[in-house]
C-alpha cells in the first residue's frame, strides 16, 4: 500500500516537471523572468523593464531593442488595408516614368502639365474646373483660387479615379457636382471653406474608397450625406465644426466603412444609436472634441473595433462596462481626459489590449488589480513613470523615467558629468570656507543677513526683494553719507558698492532668468527638449549656491584686510626669523563688517606690531556714524 502510494505520488510530480518543461520549450523563452523584468529572446536572461528601447544592446542579441515602436490600431490596420494599393501604385507609376513618359490625354491648358492620362493643375490660380480630354485618370488641382464646384463640372470625366481638390477657397458644392464619376476611387477636399454638404452629393460615386474632407467648415452632417457610398471604406471628418453626431445611423449607407476620423470637432456627446450600423468599423478617433460623458452602450455595435482613441476630450467619469463589448479592441487612448476615477475591472473584457494611453490622468486608486487581465498588453503609457511599478508585466512603459532620475537622461554627455563635480565641489568649498570665516566677521547688519538668505528661494518673489533690499541699503548708505564732511570719499565709496551691490544681483539674475523663461514655456505647452532642462539643472541652477557664498566674503572689506594683515605678519615673520631671543606676535583679530562700511581712521586701518611679552595682541576697533 505504501509502495503503491509513493508511485503515484512520484509518478504525479514527475508529470508536472515534465509539462513544466513541455511548456518553457513551446513558449520558445527558456525563462520566467520576474514581474518588472522582460526575457531577452530566447536566451536565459532577463532585463529590468527600464532598459526596454533604451538606444542600447543590454541583451547581446538586440532582443531588448525590438518592437520598440507602437504599431498597434490604425498603424496596423491602415498596412493591411493600403500598403498592397500604394506598392501597386508606386510600381506603376516607376514603370510609366520609365517606359511612357509622354502625354496621352491630348492638348491640356498652359498652366497644366501631363504626364500619360494624369493633368496636375497645382498652384496654376486657376478659378475654375479647366477643360481636358474626357479620358483621364488623375485631376489635381490643389491650391487653386476655386469658390464654388457646379452641377455636372466632373460629369465627363466618367474615367476619373482620383480627384484632388484640397487648399481652395471651395464654399458651395452643388447637389450634382460629382455626377457622373462613376469610377472616382479618392475624392480630396480638405483645407476649403465649405461649410454644409447636401443629401446625395456623392450618389454616384459608387466605388469611392476614400473620402477626405479635413480642415473645414462643416457644422452638421446627415446619414443621406453618404447615401450611395456604398463602397466607402476610409472617411476623414477631422478639425471642421460638428457639434453632434446624427441621431441615425450613420453608416447605414456606408456598409464597408472601415476607418471613420472626426478628430477636433465640437462633439459633446456619442448617441447609443451612432454607430448601430457600423458593423465593419476597426478605427474610431474622437480626439480632440468636448465629450463630457459616455453611455453604457455607446461602443457596443463595434464589435470589430480595432482601434478606439478618446484623447483630449473632457471625461470625467467611465461607466462601469462601457468595453464590454470590444472584444477586438488592440488598441486603446483615454490619454488627457479628467478622469477622477478608474474603475478596478474597467478593462477586463479588453484581452486582446495591446496598447493602453493614459498619460495626463492621475489615477489615484491605481493598482496592479487593473492591469492584471491584461497579458497581450504590450505598451502602456502613463502620467508619472511611478505608475510603471503597478503594470510590471507590460514590456514597455513609458515614462521609464521622470527625466532627471536617471544616469541616461541626466547625465549622459562627459562634460555634464565633469561639470557636477566642478559645481559640487566648489559649492561644498565655497561654504566650507565662509562658515570658517564667519567667527571673525560679525555681520551687524540684519537687513543684509536677511538679503543673503532671501537668495535661496526659487521664484522671481525672492528676486523683487533682493532688488528691493539691495537698493533700501545702498539708500541708506547716501543717507548717512550726505551727513559726512568728506564728500569726495563717500562719494567714491558709494559707487565702489553700487558696483558690488549690481555684480551680486546681476549674476542672481543670470542664473535665475533662465528658470523662469522655462517655467513660462511650461505653462504656454510649449515642448522643451529634455537635454536642455538636463543642462539647465547641471549648468545654471548649482551656479548661484557656489557663487554666493564666495561673493559675500571674498569680496567684503574685512576679508580683503584680514588677508593683509595675515600676509603682513608672514612679512615680519621672515625679516626677523634669524634674529635671535625675539618673538614676532600677530595681533588676534576680530573684523567687523558694517553695511554700509564708514571711514576708519588711520590708527585703525593699521595694526600695531608688538615685540614685548606684555603686550601679547592688539585688538583693532572700528567706529560708528550715526
Known sequence: MTSNCCFYMFLVIGTKVICDSLEDHVSGLGIRCPLGYFPCGNISKCLPQQLHCNGEDDCGNRADEDNCEDYNGWSLQFDKHYTKDKYNKMKSLHAFQTNTPECLAGAVPAECTCQRLEIFCDAAKLRAVPSVSSNITIMSLQRNLLRKLSADTFKKYQDLKNLYLQNNKIRAVSEHAFKGLYNLTKLYLSNNKISSLKPGVFADLHRLEWLIIENNRINRISPLTFYGLKSLILLELMNNSLAHLPDKPLCRYMPRLNWLDLEGNHIHHVRNVTFISCNTLTVLVLRENKISSLSENSF??????????????????????????????????????????????????????????????????????????????????????????????????????????????????????????????????????????????????????????????????????????????????????????????????????????????????????????????????VEIPGTITSWVVIFILPINSALNPLLYTLTTRPFKEMIHQVWYNYRQRRSKKGKSGQKTYGPSFIWVEMWPMHEMTPKVMKPMLCTDSSDASVTTQSTRIN
Not at 479592441?329 to 494611453?357: A, E, H, M, R
Open 300 to 525: 457596443s455595435f463595434l464589435q470589430m473595433l480595432d482601434e478606439l482613441d478618446l484623447a483630449s476630450n473632457k471625461i470625467e467619469s467611465l461607466p462601469p462596462y462601457v468595453f464590454k463589448d470590444l472584444k477586438e479592441l488592440s488598441q486603446l487612448n483615454l490619454s488627457y481626459n479628467p478622469i477622477k476615477k478608474i474603475q478596478v475591472d474597467q478593462f477586463d473584457f479588453l484581452t486582446k489590449l495591446k496598447s493602453l494611453g493614459l498619460e495626463g490622468i492621475e489615477i489615484a486608486n491605481i493598482q496592479r488589480r487593473m492591469f492584471r487581465p491584461l497579458r497581450n498588453l504590450s505598451h502602456i503609457y502613463f502620467k508619472k513613470f511611478q505608475y510603471c511599478g503597478y503594470a510590471p508585466h507590460v514590456r514597455s512603459c513609458k515614462p521609464n523615467t521622470d527625466g532627471i532620475s536617471s544616469l541616461e537622461n541626466l547625465l549622459a554627455s562627459i562634460i555634464q558629468r565633469v561639470f557636477v563635480w566642478v559645481v559640487s565641489a566648489v559649492t561644498c568649498f565655497g561654504n566650507i570656507f565662509v562658515i570658517c570665516m564667519r567667527p571673525y566677521i560679525r555681520s551687524e547688519n540684519k537687513l543684509h543677513a536677511i538679503s543673503i538668505m532671501s537668495l535661496c528661494c526659487v521664484n522671481l518673489a525672492a528676486f523683487i526683494i533682493i532688488v528691493f533690499s539691495y537698493g533700501t541699503m545702498f539708500y541708506s548708505v547716501h543717507q548717512t553719507a550726505v551727513t559726512a564732511t568728506e564728500i569726495k570719499n563717500h562719494v567714491k565709496k558709494e559707487m565702489v558698492l553700487a558696483k558690488r551691490f549690481f555684480f551680486i544681483v546681476f549674476t542672481d539674475a543670470l542664473c535665475w532668468i533662465p528658470i523662469f523663461v522655462l517655467k513660462l514655456l511650461s505653462l504656454l505647452r
